[in-house]
């Protein structure tokens, strides 16, 4: 590929941008000596240009002639001095950090090293081997896309329903899907997939990470992938294993038409995001991209000895977001997927470590201040996993009040409580109600928490009341991998059974939790598969399985078939009833124009509880009462909510609890919408007031009282 003229270009933006009859190229590179920048021809043949130009550390050039489409890459020229933190190679091809496609496949057996790998010296023996062979390029890509009148649902927090999907998983076995389409974006975006997500009433898809990814060679060596993709290769490209169509920026145009397609099914766009690491691992990984560009401005370094990492991700690296470049690398990639892509949010991964500035968590990092203020990002919801590895890493409830959260704590203590813990009743009040304890102090609303019971990263829901510790020997690292401490509970029979006794209470232990997330205050976040009863055979931590351990099952049985149209009537029920989509927290008092409260509890015997209940450490059995005449909160146009009073009974005890209604004043004519002790939720005949109600060994029972309107 020649190049016949060579301009100065602009410093931006950053990346490679079609202009005119040519192509801007900028990359940021504080410490580098020189750049060249590599244009590669379809034969691999490599064209090297010097960047004329740098302007506040950014190095530019503008080449007429190149066209959409091109691949290419960089090589930066520096010291090799690790002991410092600088670890240029011009022997190593990079990507454009910037790239918005990457294409080709990263051979990690080849010299994609900066060091000799083996050598007595690790990695301070410099590698002169060229590495472009073994890389994937970027890609040019235009920015021209028909939208059409694609439009944001937004739905608002209090009506959300977030179910947290792999692209691929979702897709791969659906037998109503072409076969060259499943596993990707045209086939998340086909007629069957979108019928499942509206049918099923979830209001947004979480997408476990989209963004360009790379394997670890321990996992290539023993021929697994991760699957997962918590290893970011490149912050504005789609993953190209995802799209049907070629990656040559095809992947930019099928990742659009998904999103264009939720969007008109009505459903949003939420990408789990890994900017707190990258693939480039520790002192001993590849050398790929922000590593060789400049590794002291994107990385946070030991101050003691630079050659080595602070990681606080257990991944090897933290990128360091209080260096400018860091930063703006971050906010350019968060403001490129919702303006150039339409997405409507993010699920920020171990989002503690991006707000450590310098080294702790603080409310006031240069992160979070940043996306405070930046005025496309406070349109999206953003979402943060509240946690990281590193020391005092558990900061639930500490995150900003434009933030909602993964409550880790709601999954913790419902998992223990329907498993039967002792103790668990004070805890559950709380995150049945919003989670005010963490959040309203601060200012947050009631929607601030997202509640699970199961995610991606652990047991299935099936699989939680099926096992009692993890059975991960598929990952092929002897079972040391994944967490016992996932409250699971076997139903006394540990794994697959035939036992129609033990099967029905595990199905009915599955309906108990999805009927709590389902009534909880709070975003309730549903994990792909659950659903249906997916199981990955005890391995509660599949990262690495791409295959049938990890894809949905679509060939579903009677007992699927039965939990799944559960939870479609369980979601209907929430989405029909006011008092479960409120938007301020509970007063737990009379108000002015009503003699009820908008939240009670009450003992199995029909009277309110006592302080002293709540200590009561053997309490398994709680009724809770939401108040739907008093909803004091107006609707978007000001306008009063009333609801229907919704009672729910609960009994986590190993026995039948036999609840009293509570008296007249409460409500008299009761309906009983769902009861988990059958896999149907067929309506009951009405209760009276000062009746009873008999709630079976483990279960959950929900009455309503008609709204006076």
Excluded at 374 to 397: M, N, Q, S, T
Aim: hydrophobic share 35%; proline share 6%.
């Amino acid at each position: 590929m020649g190049v016949e003229r060579v301009c100065p270009g602009s410093p931006f933006p950053l990346g490679a941008t079609p202009e005119g009859e040519g192509v801007n190229f900028a990359v940021y590179s504080r410490h580098a000596e020189a750049m060249e920048l590599c244009l590669f021809a379809d034969d691999g043949a490599e064209t090297r240009v010097r960047l004329p130009e740098r302007t506040g550390y950014v190095w530019h050039v503008y080449l007429p002639g190149v066209r959409v489409g091109a691949r290419y890459g960089y090589r930066a020229y520096g010291p090799y001095e690790p002991e410092t933190g600088a670890r240029f190679n011009p022997s190593k091809l990079l990507l454009d950090p910037y790239a918005r496609a990457i294409s080709g496949e990263l051979e990690l057996r080849g010299p994609v090293y900066g060091y000799r790998r083996g050598a007595p010296e690790g990695d301070l023996a410099y590698d002169d081997a060229d590495s472009a062979a073994a890389m994937p390029r970027g890609v040019v890509v235009g920015d021209a896309y028909d939208w059409g009148d694609d439009r944001p649902p937004r739905t608002p927090w209090h009506r959300s329903i977030v179910y947290e999907v792999h692209v691929r998983g979702f897709t791969k076995r659906h037998p109503e899907i072409p076969p060259e389409l499943r596993g990707t974006y045209a086939g998340f975006a086909s007629k069957p997939a979108l019928d499942h997500l509206v049918r099923l009433g979830v209001t947004a898809v979480e997408l476990l990470p989209v963004h360009e990814s790379a394997d670890e060679a321990f996992l290539e060596e023993k021929g697994l992938r991760n699957y997962w993709g918590y290893s970011t290769l490149g912050y504005f490209a789609p993953e190209q294993r995802y799209c049907s169509s070629g990656s040559r920026g095809e992947q930019v145009r099928e990742f659009r038409d998904m999103v264009k397609a939720l969007h008109g099914a009505g459903i949003e766009v939420i990408l789990d995001v890994v900017y707190n690491h990258t693939c480039e691992g520790n002192h001993l990984g590849p050398t790929l991209s922000l590593k060789g560009l400049d590794n002291r401005s994107y990385y946070r370094l030991s101050p003691e000895s630079p050659r080595h990492y602070l990681d606080y991700t257990g991944t090897g690296n933290s990128l360091d977001t209080t260096n400018p470049a860091a930063l703006r690398l971050v906010l350019d990639s968060l403001r490129y997927w919702v303006q150039e892509m339409h997405v409507d949010g993010f699920r920020f991964d171990l989002a503690v470590t991006l707000a450590r500035d310098p080294e702790s968590f603080d409310e006031a990092s240069r992160f979070l201040v940043a996306v405070y203020q930046d005025p496309v990002l406070e349109r999206v919801k953003l979402i943060a996993e509240p946690w990281d590895l590193g020391p005092d890493g558990y900061k639930v409830g500490a995150f900003p009040v434009n933030w909602s959260e993964w409550n880790g704590k709601y999954r913790d203590v419902v998992r223990r409580f329907w498993k039967g813990d002792e103790d668990q009743t004070g805890e559950m009040g709380y995150r049945l109600t919003g989670s005010a304890d963490l959040y309203e102090a601060a200012g947050r609303k009631i929607f601030a928490g997202v509640n699970f019971v199961t995610s991606h990263d652990g047991f299935t829901l099936r699989d939680l009341v099926s096992y009692d510790r993890k059975h991960n020997e598929a990952n092929l690292e002897d079972d040391r991998d994944g967490t016992d401490a996932n409250y699971s509970w076997n139903c006394g029979v540990e794994g697959p059974t035939d036992d129609p006794a033990v099967i029905a209470l595990r199905d009915r232990q599955m309906r108990n939790m999805l009927a709590t997330l389902l009534v909880s205050q709070g975003v309730p976040m549903i994990a792909a598969g659950d659903e249906m009863g997916k199981t990955q055979g005890g391995n509660n931590n599949a990262y690495c399985h791409d295959d049938e351990l990890s894809w949905l099952d679509w060939d579903l049985d009677d007992r699927a078939g039965a939990l799944l149209g559960f939870t479609r009537r369980l979601i209907r029920l929430r989405l029909s009833q006011p008092v479960l989509q409120r938007r301020r927290f509970f007063r737990g008092a009379h108000l002015s124009d009503s003699s009820l409260k908008d939240l009670a509890w009450f003992r199995p015997d029909g009277t309110e509880m006592t302080r002293q209940d709540w200590d009561e450490p053997f309490a398994r059995s709680v009724a809770f009462l939401l108040g739907g005449d008093t909803i004091d909160t107006p609707d978007e146009r000001g306008e009063r909510i009333v609801g229907d009073t919704l009672l729910v009974l609960m009994n986590a005890h190993f026995e039948p609890v036999t609840y009293r209604l509570p008296e007249v004043e409460w409500g008299q004519a009761w309906e009983i919408l769902a009861d988990t002790a059958g896999a149907s939720d067929a309506k009951r005949d009405l209760v009276e007031a000062r009746g009873t109600v008999r709630v079976e060994a483990r279960s959950l029972v929900i009455l309503s009282r008609r709204a006076a309107r």
